[in-house]
Every structure is written in structure tokens, then in C-alpha cells.
């Protein structure tokens, strides 16, 4: 589907000076709306449009099931992770350390695993 974006001003035009001030905020903030939702449709719609994610790649250490410190830039304490890639059978799972602001632990089953997990 192809967006095509609506200059809200140029609808109103000719009866701009007949706004109050409220009207005219208003148009300028419809129109910034517009902009803003055209630029991500034109794009396309990405996972972390929709949810308050980082992506993190994370190799596990060479011993399995021990944990590691992952640092991360989500900027809060996350609720949670989904593995999204891994290169060889294993799983990734929470190390058990409580998880901070920069900061989460995880364990693999897999020594030397390299893994992309979505952080949220």
C-alpha cells in the first residue's frame, strides 16, 4: 500500500486569515502529524515502532550455563527477551542476577553461541 501524504495547510489555504489562533495550532499540528506518520508509513512499519525494544547481539562465553553481563541501551530495567537468531542449537535463558537500568544477565546451553535478542 502506497501512502500518500495530505498537506493539511494547503486544504485550509485561503481561509488562513480567517482562523482564530486555535485553528491555526491546530492545523500546524495536524500537519506535523501527518508528516511525522508519512515518514514511518513511506519506511515501513518497524518492530520497534511497536514495542519499547533494543536489538542486541550476545555471545555467549565459552563454559556453558555460566552467565554473562549483557549491557544494553533500552534506558530501564527490561521485562523480558526474545531470542531472535542463534547460530547453533543451544538456548538462552536469564542467569538469575536481578536485571538493571544498563545491565542484564543471561546463560546459554551453547558455549561461544552467537545470538540476536530483541530487549524489551
Known amino acids: 500500500m502506497i501512502f500518500n501524504r495530505v498537506n493539511i495547510p494547503s486544504i485550509a489555504q485561503g481561509n488562513l486569515a480567517n482562523l482564530s489562533e486555535l485553528e491555526r495550532n491546530l492545523i500546524r499540528t495536524l500537519d506535523s502529524v501527518m508528516s511525522n506518520l508519512f515518514v514511518i508509513l513511506a519506511r515501513g512499519i518497524t518492530f520497534q515502532d511497536n514495542l519499547e525494544c533494543v536489538f542486541i547481539d550476545y555471545t555467549s562465553n565459552g563454559v556453558v550455563n555460566t552467565e554473562d553481563t549483557v549491557a544494553h541501551t533500552l534506558g530501564k530495567i527490561p521485562t523480558g527477551f526474545i531470542t531472535a537468531r542463534i ?34
Open 87 to 120: 547460530d547453533k542449537a543451544g538456548i538462552v535463558y536469564d542467569g538469575g542476577t536481578t536485571w538493571t537500568k544498563t545491565n542484564i544477565y543471561l546463560k546459554c546451553s551453547a558455549a561461544t553461541a552467537v545470538t540476536r535478542i530483541v530487549l524489551f
